[in-house]
Protein backbone atom coordinates (compact mmCIF):
# COMPACT_ATOMS: atom_id res chain seq x y z
CA UNK A 1 0.00 0.00 0.00
CA UNK A 2 2.83 2.52 0.99
CA UNK A 3 4.71 1.75 -2.56
CA UNK A 4 1.36 2.32 -4.06
CA UNK A 5 1.22 5.75 -2.50
CA UNK A 6 4.51 6.68 -2.93
CA UNK A 7 3.84 5.77 -7.29
CA UNK A 8 1.03 8.18 -7.04
CA UNK A 9 3.31 10.86 -5.55
CA UNK A 10 5.67 10.14 -7.50
CA UNK A 11 3.73 10.38 -11.16
CA UNK A 12 1.84 13.52 -9.79
CA UNK A 13 5.06 15.72 -8.99
CA UNK A 14 6.99 14.69 -12.59
CA UNK A 15 6.68 18.09 -14.22
CA UNK A 16 4.78 18.48 -17.25
CA UNK A 17 6.77 19.34 -20.58
CA UNK A 18 5.97 22.81 -21.53
CA UNK A 19 3.90 24.10 -24.65
CA UNK A 20 6.14 25.21 -27.29
CA UNK A 21 6.42 28.73 -27.98
CA UNK A 22 7.86 28.79 -31.05
CA UNK A 23 6.66 25.83 -33.61
CA UNK A 24 8.74 25.44 -36.79
CA UNK A 25 7.15 23.31 -39.40
CA UNK A 26 8.90 22.27 -42.38
CA UNK A 27 7.21 20.03 -45.43
CA UNK A 28 9.69 19.18 -48.19
CA UNK A 29 7.19 18.47 -51.01
CA UNK A 30 7.59 15.42 -52.71
CA UNK A 31 10.52 14.25 -50.27
CA UNK A 32 10.07 10.66 -50.01
CA UNK A 33 12.55 8.59 -47.51
CA UNK A 34 14.48 7.68 -50.59
CA UNK A 35 15.19 11.18 -51.77
CA UNK A 36 16.37 11.66 -48.37
CA UNK A 37 18.66 8.68 -48.38
CA UNK A 38 19.93 9.39 -51.56
CA UNK A 39 20.93 13.12 -50.40
CA UNK A 40 22.89 11.06 -47.47
CA UNK A 41 24.87 8.58 -49.73
CA UNK A 42 25.90 11.37 -51.61
CA UNK A 43 27.73 13.13 -49.07
CA UNK A 44 29.14 9.97 -47.60
CA UNK A 45 30.87 9.30 -51.13
CA UNK A 46 31.87 12.86 -51.01
CA UNK A 47 33.92 11.38 -48.22
CA UNK A 48 34.93 8.62 -50.19
CA UNK A 49 33.04 5.85 -47.90
CA UNK A 50 30.18 3.48 -48.26
CA UNK A 51 27.30 4.62 -46.67
CA UNK A 52 25.26 7.38 -45.67
CA UNK A 53 26.02 10.96 -43.74
CA UNK A 54 22.90 11.76 -41.78
CA UNK A 55 21.29 15.08 -42.79
CA UNK A 56 20.62 17.65 -39.55
CA UNK A 57 17.29 16.15 -39.47
CA UNK A 58 17.63 12.58 -39.55
CA UNK A 59 19.32 12.95 -36.67
CA UNK A 60 16.43 14.32 -34.75
CA UNK A 61 15.11 12.02 -31.87
CA UNK A 62 11.59 11.24 -32.96
CA UNK A 63 10.97 9.34 -36.41
CA UNK A 64 7.46 8.37 -37.32
CA UNK A 65 5.49 7.98 -40.79
CA UNK A 66 2.35 9.57 -42.55
CA UNK A 67 -0.53 8.27 -44.71
CA UNK A 68 -0.81 11.16 -47.55
CA UNK A 69 -4.44 9.90 -49.60
CA UNK A 70 -6.52 12.88 -50.37
CA UNK A 71 -10.60 12.56 -50.17
CA UNK A 72 -10.78 11.87 -53.85
CA UNK A 73 -7.37 9.77 -54.74
CA UNK A 74 -5.35 7.43 -52.90
CA UNK A 75 -2.55 9.30 -54.88
CA UNK A 76 -2.90 13.03 -53.41
CA UNK A 77 -2.10 16.51 -55.07
CA UNK A 78 -0.35 18.92 -53.22
CA UNK A 79 -2.51 20.80 -52.87
CA UNK A 80 -5.25 18.24 -50.99
CA UNK A 81 -2.10 17.40 -49.00
CA UNK A 82 -1.27 21.12 -48.19
CA UNK A 83 -4.69 21.10 -46.94
CA UNK A 84 -4.41 18.33 -44.89
CA UNK A 85 -1.53 19.48 -43.17
CA UNK A 86 -2.89 22.72 -42.75
CA UNK A 87 -6.67 21.78 -42.17
CA UNK A 88 -6.44 18.31 -40.04
CA UNK A 89 -9.07 17.32 -42.83
CA UNK A 90 -9.22 15.78 -46.26
CA UNK A 91 -10.25 17.48 -49.58
CA UNK A 92 -10.32 16.55 -53.04
CA UNK A 93 -7.38 16.80 -55.04
CA UNK A 94 -6.96 20.12 -56.87
CA UNK A 95 -8.82 21.68 -53.93
CA UNK A 96 -7.16 24.26 -51.39
CA UNK A 97 -8.61 24.23 -48.16
CA UNK A 98 -12.17 23.89 -49.43
CA UNK A 99 -14.82 21.00 -48.51
CA UNK A 100 -15.22 18.19 -51.14
CA UNK A 101 -18.46 19.75 -51.59
CA UNK A 102 -17.09 22.90 -52.67
CA UNK A 103 -18.97 25.07 -50.54
CA UNK A 104 -17.32 24.80 -46.68
CA UNK A 105 -14.21 26.44 -46.05
CA UNK A 106 -11.96 24.87 -43.83
CA UNK A 107 -9.70 26.39 -41.59
CA UNK A 108 -5.73 26.12 -41.15
CA UNK A 109 -3.95 26.23 -37.69
CA UNK A 110 -2.27 29.41 -39.02
CA UNK A 111 -5.14 31.51 -38.53
CA UNK A 112 -6.17 29.45 -35.00
CA UNK A 113 -2.53 29.70 -33.84
CA UNK A 114 -2.98 33.89 -34.96
CA UNK A 115 -6.22 34.45 -32.95
CA UNK A 116 -4.16 32.81 -30.09
CA UNK A 117 -1.59 35.45 -30.20
CA UNK A 118 1.19 34.05 -32.09
CA UNK A 119 2.70 35.57 -35.06
CA UNK A 120 2.70 33.56 -38.18
CA UNK A 121 5.05 33.34 -41.27
CA UNK A 122 3.94 31.09 -44.71
CA UNK A 123 6.60 30.81 -46.88
CA UNK A 124 8.26 28.72 -49.79
CA UNK A 125 10.71 28.63 -52.43
CA UNK A 126 7.99 28.39 -55.26
CA UNK A 127 5.74 31.21 -55.63
CA UNK A 128 3.91 31.62 -52.24
CA UNK A 129 0.43 31.38 -53.99
CA UNK A 130 1.36 27.99 -54.58
CA UNK A 131 -0.43 25.20 -53.80
CA UNK A 132 1.06 24.26 -50.10
CA UNK A 133 2.00 27.38 -48.72
CA UNK A 134 -1.41 28.70 -50.22
CA UNK A 135 -2.93 26.17 -48.04
CA UNK A 136 -2.14 28.01 -44.91
CA UNK A 137 -3.93 31.25 -45.49
CA UNK A 138 -5.89 30.82 -48.91
CA UNK A 139 -9.40 29.14 -50.22
CA UNK A 140 -10.38 27.97 -53.71
CA UNK A 141 -12.03 25.24 -55.33
CA UNK A 142 -9.51 25.14 -57.90
CA UNK A 143 -5.62 25.74 -56.94
CA UNK A 144 -4.59 26.84 -59.93
CA UNK A 145 -6.92 30.14 -59.14
CA UNK A 146 -3.59 31.54 -58.33
CA UNK A 147 -5.20 35.33 -58.39
CA UNK A 148 -7.65 34.92 -56.33
CA UNK A 149 -5.47 32.79 -53.89
CA UNK A 150 -3.34 35.61 -53.79
CA UNK A 151 -5.74 38.35 -53.11
CA UNK A 152 -6.26 36.45 -49.50
CA UNK A 153 -2.89 37.00 -48.72
CA UNK A 154 -3.13 40.80 -46.93
CA UNK A 155 -6.49 40.09 -45.76
CA UNK A 156 -4.76 36.79 -43.56
CA UNK A 157 -2.88 39.53 -41.44
CA UNK A 158 -0.25 36.77 -40.69
CA UNK A 159 2.93 38.55 -40.14
CA UNK A 160 5.44 37.47 -42.27
CA UNK A 161 5.47 36.04 -46.15
CA UNK A 162 8.42 34.82 -47.77
CA UNK A 163 9.11 32.79 -51.21
CA UNK A 164 10.05 33.67 -55.04
CA UNK A 165 7.02 35.90 -55.80
CA UNK A 166 4.22 35.54 -56.81
CA UNK A 167 1.91 33.62 -59.92
CA UNK A 168 -0.46 35.75 -62.33
CA UNK A 169 0.26 39.06 -59.70
CA UNK A 170 -2.06 40.81 -62.83
CA UNK A 171 -4.46 37.67 -63.68
CA UNK A 172 -3.79 34.40 -65.94
CA UNK A 173 -4.79 36.59 -68.70
CA UNK A 174 -2.85 39.44 -67.54
CA UNK A 175 -6.05 41.53 -67.60
CA UNK A 176 -6.81 42.38 -63.99
CA UNK A 177 -6.98 45.75 -63.27
CA UNK A 178 -5.24 45.61 -60.05
CA UNK A 179 -1.86 43.99 -59.67
CA UNK A 180 -1.21 41.40 -56.45
CA UNK A 181 1.87 43.22 -55.33
CA UNK A 182 0.10 46.45 -55.35
CA UNK A 183 -2.67 44.87 -53.43
CA UNK A 184 -0.45 43.20 -50.77
CA UNK A 185 1.23 46.79 -50.29
CA UNK A 186 -2.08 48.78 -49.86
CA UNK A 187 -3.04 45.30 -47.40
CA UNK A 188 -0.43 47.02 -44.77
CA UNK A 189 2.66 44.70 -45.77
CA UNK A 190 5.83 46.12 -46.94
CA UNK A 191 7.88 44.51 -49.52
CA UNK A 192 11.19 43.71 -49.34
CA UNK A 193 12.83 42.37 -52.54
CA UNK A 194 15.70 39.94 -51.86
CA UNK A 195 17.40 39.77 -48.82
CA UNK A 196 19.72 42.96 -48.44
CA UNK A 197 16.71 45.11 -49.11
CA UNK A 198 14.96 43.00 -46.39
CA UNK A 199 17.22 44.14 -43.56
CA UNK A 200 17.11 47.37 -44.17
CA UNK A 201 13.12 46.90 -43.66
CA UNK A 202 13.43 44.46 -41.36
CA UNK A 203 11.56 46.71 -38.57
CA UNK A 204 8.18 46.92 -40.33
CA UNK A 205 5.36 45.25 -38.69
CA UNK A 206 4.03 42.67 -41.56
CA UNK A 207 6.74 41.91 -44.33
CA UNK A 208 6.55 40.13 -47.63
CA UNK A 209 10.35 39.18 -48.91
CA UNK A 210 10.21 38.00 -52.08
CA UNK A 211 13.19 37.66 -55.14
CA UNK A 212 14.79 41.01 -56.41
CA UNK A 213 12.35 42.63 -59.03
CA UNK A 214 12.28 41.72 -62.53
CA UNK A 215 12.89 37.76 -61.09
CA UNK A 216 11.42 34.78 -61.81
CA UNK A 217 8.39 33.29 -59.52
CA UNK A 218 9.93 30.56 -58.01
CA UNK A 219 13.75 30.48 -56.31
CA UNK A 220 16.64 29.93 -58.11
CA UNK A 221 17.15 25.74 -57.98
CA UNK A 222 20.01 25.11 -55.38
CA UNK A 223 22.07 23.25 -58.18
CA UNK A 224 23.46 26.30 -60.34
CA UNK A 225 22.30 29.05 -58.23
CA UNK A 226 23.75 32.44 -58.82
CA UNK A 227 25.46 34.35 -56.36
CA UNK A 228 23.31 36.75 -54.01
CA UNK A 229 19.89 34.76 -55.11
CA UNK A 230 17.80 34.15 -52.29
CA UNK A 231 17.71 31.33 -50.56
CA UNK A 232 15.09 29.12 -48.03
CA UNK A 233 18.15 29.57 -45.28
CA UNK A 234 17.69 33.37 -46.07
CA UNK A 235 14.29 33.44 -45.94
CA UNK A 236 13.58 31.58 -42.39
CA UNK A 237 16.23 33.69 -40.83
CA UNK A 238 14.18 36.84 -41.92
CA UNK A 239 10.88 35.21 -40.87
CA UNK A 240 12.32 34.61 -37.41
CA UNK A 241 13.79 38.02 -37.30
CA UNK A 242 10.56 39.18 -37.59
CA UNK A 243 8.44 37.08 -35.50
CA UNK A 244 10.83 36.61 -32.74
CA UNK A 245 9.64 39.87 -31.71
CA UNK A 246 6.30 38.66 -30.54
CA UNK A 247 6.33 37.96 -26.50
CA UNK A 248 3.94 35.34 -27.12
CA UNK A 249 5.55 33.12 -29.28
CA UNK A 250 5.36 32.63 -33.48
CA UNK A 251 4.43 29.20 -35.86
CA UNK A 252 6.10 29.00 -38.95
CA UNK A 253 5.44 27.20 -41.77
CA UNK A 254 8.16 26.64 -44.46
CA UNK A 255 7.81 24.44 -47.90
CA UNK A 256 11.27 22.96 -49.64
CA UNK A 257 8.93 23.21 -52.76
CA UNK A 258 11.90 22.62 -55.65
CA UNK A 259 12.20 18.74 -54.46
CA UNK A 260 9.29 18.18 -55.99
CA UNK A 261 9.81 20.09 -58.89
CA UNK A 262 12.83 18.35 -59.93
CA UNK A 263 11.64 14.73 -59.07
CA UNK A 264 8.79 15.66 -61.16
CA UNK A 265 11.46 16.13 -64.15
CA UNK A 266 13.36 12.60 -62.68
CA UNK A 267 16.31 15.04 -62.28
CA UNK A 268 19.05 12.98 -59.59
CA UNK A 269 21.36 15.75 -58.98
CA UNK A 270 18.67 18.78 -58.77
CA UNK A 271 16.93 16.55 -56.09
CA UNK A 272 20.00 15.63 -54.11
CA UNK A 273 21.09 19.51 -54.17
CA UNK A 274 17.32 20.45 -53.53
CA UNK A 275 17.11 18.24 -49.98
CA UNK A 276 20.22 19.32 -49.03
CA UNK A 277 19.57 22.92 -49.77
CA UNK A 278 16.12 22.37 -47.73
CA UNK A 279 18.06 20.53 -44.67
CA UNK A 280 20.32 24.09 -44.41
CA UNK A 281 17.06 25.59 -43.75
CA UNK A 282 16.16 23.50 -41.16
CA UNK A 283 19.20 24.46 -39.88
CA UNK A 284 18.55 27.58 -39.20
CA UNK A 285 15.76 26.40 -37.00
CA UNK A 286 18.19 24.35 -34.94
CA UNK A 287 20.16 27.05 -34.38
CA UNK A 288 16.91 28.78 -32.46
CA UNK A 289 16.35 25.53 -30.78
CA UNK A 290 19.99 25.35 -28.95
CA UNK A 291 18.75 28.95 -27.92
CA UNK A 292 15.26 28.23 -26.77
CA UNK A 293 14.99 24.19 -26.18
CA UNK A 294 12.71 23.79 -23.65
CA UNK A 295 10.21 26.15 -25.66
CA UNK A 296 10.59 24.74 -29.31
CA UNK A 297 8.94 22.85 -31.57
CA UNK A 298 10.55 21.76 -35.10
CA UNK A 299 8.79 19.21 -37.73
CA UNK A 300 9.55 17.95 -40.54
CA UNK A 301 7.29 15.70 -43.32
CA UNK A 302 6.43 15.90 -46.72
CA UNK A 303 3.12 16.32 -49.07
CA UNK A 304 3.58 13.42 -50.94
CA UNK A 305 6.35 11.39 -52.37
CA UNK A 306 6.98 12.24 -56.26
CA UNK A 307 8.84 10.78 -59.03
CA UNK A 308 9.13 6.96 -57.49
CA UNK A 309 13.08 6.82 -56.70
CA UNK A 310 15.02 3.97 -56.56
CA UNK A 311 18.14 3.56 -55.09
CA UNK A 312 19.61 0.68 -57.41
CA UNK A 313 18.61 -0.33 -60.81
CA UNK A 314 21.31 -2.63 -61.45
CA UNK A 315 23.67 -4.89 -59.71
CA UNK A 316 24.16 -4.72 -55.69
CA UNK A 317 25.39 -0.52 -55.99
CA UNK A 318 24.34 2.70 -57.52
CA UNK A 319 27.43 5.40 -58.06
CA UNK A 320 26.46 9.19 -57.39
CA UNK A 321 29.88 10.34 -58.43
CA UNK A 322 28.27 11.57 -61.86
CA UNK A 323 26.80 14.34 -59.72
CA UNK A 324 29.92 15.57 -59.32
CA UNK A 325 30.64 16.34 -62.98
CA UNK A 326 27.42 18.16 -63.03
CA UNK A 327 28.26 20.57 -59.66
CA UNK A 328 31.39 21.04 -61.22
CA UNK A 329 30.42 22.12 -64.51
CA UNK A 330 33.13 24.86 -65.79
CA UNK A 331 30.49 27.26 -66.50
CA UNK A 332 26.85 28.46 -65.64
CA UNK A 333 25.45 27.84 -68.86
CA UNK A 334 26.56 23.66 -68.38
CA UNK A 335 24.41 23.43 -65.70
CA UNK A 336 21.48 25.26 -67.23
CA UNK A 337 21.71 22.97 -70.12
CA UNK A 338 21.75 19.94 -67.74
CA UNK A 339 18.75 20.62 -65.42
CA UNK A 340 16.34 21.05 -69.25
CA UNK A 341 17.59 18.09 -70.81
CA UNK A 342 15.50 15.50 -70.39
CA UNK A 343 17.99 13.35 -72.57
CA UNK A 344 21.01 14.27 -70.36
CA UNK A 345 19.27 13.56 -67.06
CA UNK A 346 18.05 10.20 -68.49
CA UNK A 347 21.93 9.50 -68.71
CA UNK A 348 22.93 10.33 -65.52
CA UNK A 349 20.06 8.57 -64.19
CA UNK A 350 21.59 5.33 -65.88
CA UNK A 351 24.95 5.90 -64.99
CA UNK A 352 24.29 6.64 -61.42
CA UNK A 353 22.11 3.30 -61.92
CA UNK A 354 19.04 5.18 -59.84
CA UNK A 355 15.55 4.37 -61.30
CA UNK A 356 12.43 6.23 -60.91
CA UNK A 357 8.80 5.02 -61.41
CA UNK A 358 6.69 7.84 -62.38
CA UNK A 359 6.78 11.55 -63.26
CA UNK A 360 4.21 11.71 -60.88
CA UNK A 361 3.29 11.63 -57.23
CA UNK A 362 3.18 8.42 -55.77
CA UNK A 363 0.89 6.87 -52.75
CA UNK A 364 3.46 5.98 -49.86
CA UNK A 365 4.06 6.89 -46.42
CA UNK A 366 6.31 9.74 -45.89
CA UNK A 367 8.55 10.47 -43.18
CA UNK A 368 7.87 12.68 -40.15
CA UNK A 369 10.68 13.81 -38.38
CA UNK A 370 10.15 15.86 -34.61
CA UNK A 371 12.61 17.36 -32.27
CA UNK A 372 11.58 19.30 -28.96
CA UNK A 373 8.50 20.33 -26.78
CA UNK A 374 5.59 18.00 -27.40
CA UNK A 375 7.73 15.89 -30.02
CA UNK A 376 7.00 12.64 -28.88
CA UNK A 377 3.64 12.19 -30.14
CA UNK A 378 4.73 12.33 -33.80
CA UNK A 379 6.47 9.16 -33.06
CA UNK A 380 4.46 5.96 -35.26
CA UNK A 381 2.08 5.73 -37.81
CA UNK A 382 -0.41 8.48 -38.09
CA UNK A 383 -2.06 10.45 -40.95
CA UNK A 384 -0.85 13.96 -42.95
CA UNK A 385 -4.28 15.17 -40.72
CA UNK A 386 -3.19 13.96 -37.45
CA UNK A 387 -0.27 16.20 -37.94
CA UNK A 388 -1.62 19.85 -37.26
CA UNK A 389 -3.93 18.95 -34.86
CA UNK A 390 -0.53 17.71 -32.65
CA UNK A 391 1.03 20.97 -33.29
CA UNK A 392 -1.85 22.52 -32.05
CA UNK A 393 -1.50 20.23 -28.90
CA UNK A 394 1.94 21.46 -28.44
CA UNK A 395 1.18 25.00 -28.45
CA UNK A 396 -1.86 24.66 -26.57
CA UNK A 397 -4.19 26.05 -28.94
CA UNK A 398 -7.68 24.93 -28.96
CA UNK A 399 -8.25 22.51 -31.74
Not at 23 to 50: C, K, P, S, W
Not at 69 to 85: H, K
Not at 353 to 371: E, N
Amino acid sequence: MAAAVLLVVAVSCTPREKHAKYVFYFIGDGMGFTHVAAAEAYLAQERGVIGMDPLCFTQFPVLGEATTFSASNIITDSSAAGTALSTGEKTSNHMLCIAPDSTTLMKSIAYKIHEAGYSVGVMSTTPINHATPASFFGHNVKRGNYYAIGRELPDSGFEFFGGGGLYHPNGKEKDEPENLYDLIAQGGYTLAYGYEDFKEKQDAEHIVLVQAEGSEDICPYALGRPEGALTLSQIVSAAVTVLERNPKGFFLMAEGGLIDWTAHSQDLAGTIFEVLDFDQAIAVALEFYDRHPDETLIVVTADHETGGIALGRKGYTYDLTVIDKIKNASAPTDVEQYMNDAKSIDSVNEEARIGWTTYSHCGGPVPVWAKGAGSAQFAGRQDNTDIPKKICAAMGVAW
